[in-house]
């Protein structure tokens, strides 16, 4: 499946941005979606993931709480919405699509190997 990453932006500190992933070429309610991002000098990390369905979510420590993800597999679309933002979270921003399947309801991929396609980044600077 191909994705678009776009929402980027500047924003100051404690403001909000929502984030859009629009994926083609593939059936989007097949894949569980994530968010992942990589700040300057930095390794990629996981962000959030959401199932098929979008009825679960996953998030990472440092969002949870500020940042919701969601879906609509009728718009072929995933979203973060970002709120409370802080200079520590200036950076670029990936969606990814996975096929991985789990037997516990309980799993999610938060690990890059676990997704199967990559959309090109988004870039989120926020201001102090």
């Known amino acids: 499946v191909q994705l678009q990453a776009f929402g980027g932006g500047v924003v100051q500190a404690g403001g909000s941005l929502r984030l859009s992933c629009a994926a083609s070429g593939g059936t989007f309610s097949n894949y569980a979606m994530g968010w992942f991002r990589q700040a300057p000098g930095k390794e990629r990390e996981f962000v959030a993931t959401v199932n098929r369905s979008g009825r679960n979510t996953n998030y990472e420590l440092s969002v949870k709480g500020r940042f919701t993800i969601s879906r609509d597999n009728a718009k072929n679309t995933v979203y973060l919405q970002m709120n409370g933002l802080t200079p520590e979270d200036t950076a670029v921003y990936y969606c990814?699509?996975?096929?991985?399947?789990?037997?516990?309801?309980?799993?999610?991929?938060?690990?890059?190997?676990?997704?199967?396609?990559w959309g090109q980044g988004t870039l989120v600077t926020v201001s102090s």
């Open positions: 990814a699509a996975s096929t991985k399947r789990y037997a516990s309801s309980t799993s999610y991929p938060v690990h890059e190997w676990e997704y199967n396609d």
